[in-house]
């Protein structure tokens, strides 16, 4: 029996925003009935902000779960701010899903990717469609996806985020080569809008608030490449081992959550 957090069997139970939008401005889908777990995510966006969202979901409560909250999730959020939504942040606002449950908040996070995806006309054309997994269905781009956003390093973590392996596991051999490119070891795969959402993030929600503890902050001013300029504010600009932080903890934190090529430049006034 797994176990669920409350959170989780509350929008199992009582899931919010089931349904359709007939006239929904964008649909994303993910899953595949053959595969046991389908979903279908339905947008209304006025002046690029999401105004309503619904869904129609086919699989296992962790999936009707995930599909409910993440509804709740965008409704409100700018169209830029829905696409830094990761599968992590489902789990996270759920309460946490059992590892071999984390295809779900997977699904959900392609699903919206997609929606997204088909309303703004833009697309990664950088990683193929090519399916790797035909037992479920799961494409390149979804495992590369998959290691690159959660850090992952074995067979059994792809399958639990995808459930590519699962079945006839004929495809273990792509995945592994997979793994051995792209894991965290390996090359990243951040689009450079992708790169530059994510540094943000990991600025805003973890190495500002630390900083800030001690007085001090840090603002994010340019990315090009692997090369990230910043400002120290506070404290922080008028310490003496300003680049100790930079290096020891600004920089490392964005190689373990970003990339490992990453290079943190500060910018003096």
């Known amino acids: 029996m797994w176990d669920y957090s409350e959170k989780v069997m509350d929008h199992y139970r009582n899931p919010r925003n089931v349904g359709k939008i007939d006239d929904a401005d964008a649909i994303g889908q993910a899953g595949a009935l053959s595969c046991g777990d389908e979903l279908k995510i339905y947008l209304k966006i006025e002046n690029d902000v999401i105004v309503d969202a619904k869904f129609q979901t086919f699989g296992c409560g962790s999936a009707v779960a995930s599909s409910s909250i993440l509804t709740e999730m965008i409704i409100g959020k700018t169209v830029e701010d829905a696409l830094k939504i990761t599968n992590e942040d489902i789990a996270e606002e759920l309460g946490g899903l059992p590892p ?34 035909t037992c479920f269905g799961v494409t390149e781009r979804m495992i590369i996806e998959a290691i690159t956003e959660n ?43 992708q790169k530059i959402l994510k540094v943000n993030k990991v600025i805003e929600e973890i190495i500002a608030p630390e900083l800030q503890k001690d007085g001090g902050d840090i603002e994010l001013i340019d990315i090009q490449d692997n090369e990230v300029y910043v400002k120290l504010h506070g404290r922080c600009s008028e310490c003496k081992k300003s680049t100790v932080t930079l290096k020891a903890f600004v920089e490392t934190t964005l190689k373990d959550k970003v990339s490992k090529d990453i290079i943190v430049i500060e910018l003096k006034d």
């Open 100 to 133: 071999e449950k984390m295809h779900c908040s997977v699904m959900g996070h392609e699903a919206l990717i997609d929606a997204l995806k088909n309303y703004t006309h833009t697309n990664n054309d950088n990683v193929s469609e090519k399916v790797i997994c």
């Open 151 to 193: 850090n992952l390093t074995t067979l059994q973590d792809v399958t639990n985020y995808t459930k590519a392996g699962g079945a006839c596991g004929r495809c273990k051999g792509l995945i592994q080569e997979l793994l051995n490119k792209y894991s965290k070891s390996g090359v990243s795969t951040l689009t450079p809008a």
